[in-house]
């Protein structure tokens, strides 16, 4: 079972960036994923996009494209996230979670998410 | 991408059966076997319940299962217990490489 830990809550202006990490217990991740998701207050789940460390690579959603980025540090099996150009809409919890391979890609290992607040 | 459409809400005495569906497109639940369904306490992370359509975690209770038809998914719970009042999302790859939730379903249960 990967235990995965998330950086603490933040505040920033709109316009800002902010970049949450997203540390995993496990430096084997073979075919697995680590996806990023978004939830806004009393919202739903949104898929931002998700990063291979296999491949070293990232898929983003089209609502993100240009504005997220996502990267892994493999030295310290730690996972960010990067998002720029902060609005409101993005005062959201922030979850990391991994999705297994072996799983149909089910997403069983969730951080405790990130709560960030964009506020001028 | 367009969000899966679920019902906003469901409800279910204790001890009954519900079913909350989840539809999409031929270019997401109809195409791939890769659904999963997530439960949401208040205040909580999502948790997974099904992944690959039908198929349970260990640790999940068999009285939830998954299936899908056409571009329907849906998550049946048996045997209503207090402690399934929760979100429900369902989500599924798309043959962009990418994923997609549905808006979720809050379950009541009576």
């Known amino acids: 079972q990967v235990q995965l830990v998330q950086s603490g809550a933040e505040v920033r202006k709109p316009g800002d960036s902010v970049n949450v990490s997203c540390r995993a217990s496990?430096?084997?991740?073979?075919?697995?994923?680590v996806q990023w998701v978004r939830q806004a207050p009393g919202r739903g789940l949104q898929w931002m996009g998700w990063?291979?460390?296999?491949?070293?690579?990232?898929t983003y959603a089209d609502d993100f494209e240009g504005r997220v980025t996502m990267t892994m540090d493999a030295s310290s099996t730690t996972f960010f996230m990067e998002v720029s150009s902060l609005t409101s809409d993005d005062t959201a919890i922030f979850y990391c979670?991994?999705?297994?391979?072996?799983?149909?890609?089910?997403?069983?290992?969730w951080g405790q998410g990130t709560l960030i607040t964009v506020s001028s | 991408q367009s969000a899966l459409t679920q019902p906003a809400s469901v409800s279910g005495s204790p001890g009954q059966s519900i079913t909350i569906s989840c539809t999409g497109t031929?270019?997401?639940?109809?195409?791939?076997?890769?659904v999963s369904w997530y439960q949401q306490h208040p205040d909580k992370g999502p948790k997974l319940v099904i992944f690959?359509?039908?198929n349970r975690p260990s640790g999940v209770s068999n009285r939830f299962s998954g299936s899908k038809s056409g571009n329907t998914a849906s998550l049946t719970i048996s045997g209503l217990q207090a402690e399934d009042e929760a979100d429900y999302y369902c989500?599924?790859?798309?043959?962009?490489?990418?994923?997609?939730f549905g808006g979720g379903t809050k379950l009541t249960v009576l």
């Open positions: 496990t430096h084997n991740f073979g075919g697995d994923y």
């Open positions: 690959g359509v039908n």
């Open positions: 990063f291979h460390p296999g491949s070293d690579g990232a």
């Open positions: 031929s270019s997401d639940v109809a195409r791939y076997p890769f």
């Open positions: 979670a991994t999705c297994s391979s072996d799983a149909y890609l089910g997403c069983a290992n």
């Open positions: 989500s599924s790859y798309t043959r962009r490489n990418t994923w997609v």
